[in-house]
């Protein structure tokens, strides 16, 4: 059976070859949601994933260690944005472990080889001002990485795509709030 659509003059028809794809659905069971027509490169996609889960893992730690170190007479507003920041850090480490099993892969928590493959560095930070320039050039590194890891993806994975599109807008947010903060000190 044949599920096309005559289109209108000039466009595009729409064709899709039902049996095929049932006789497909039935193959390579073992793969669960990669299916036929995941025409993304399986392994780059989760090591690519990988190393976005040690960046975000970092960046967790590095909010963290901020959060608690935040000292002087501007710190509590901008110890509460560390904090957030590393709970949103958290949940795209979350997306992404979960991504990662999805495809059939194995997210890789290992804190020997964490900072790594991580694309941001995990830099203390001294001084409140010197924390937030930090962590402005991690979210900066973040943004770049994402944006290229999506444009690489493409079409093959859009379900990948989609998730670091909806991470990335959220690291474009985080590094407003710190040039922002870096700004008012
Ligand atoms: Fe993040
Ligand atoms: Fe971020």
Known sequence: MDSNVKPQ???RAFEMDVKAIRANARNNLDKGAITETYTADRDTVLKLLNDALATELVCVMRY???HYMATGIHAEPVAAEFALHADQ???HADSIAGRIVELGGEPDFSPD???ARSHAEYVP???LHDMIKEDLVAERIAIDSYRKMIKYIG???ATTRRMLEEILA???EHANDMA???QRG
């Open 180 to 182: 922002d903060l870096l």
């Open 64 to 66: 963290k260690r901020h």
């Open 155 to 157: 079409d093959g994975d």
């Open 125 to 127: 930070g001294t001084d």
């Open 170 to 172: 959220v690291e474009e």
């Open 89 to 91: 850090e958290m949940q």
């Open 113 to 115: 080889t964490l900072t």
């Open 9 to 11: 003059q000039g466009r």
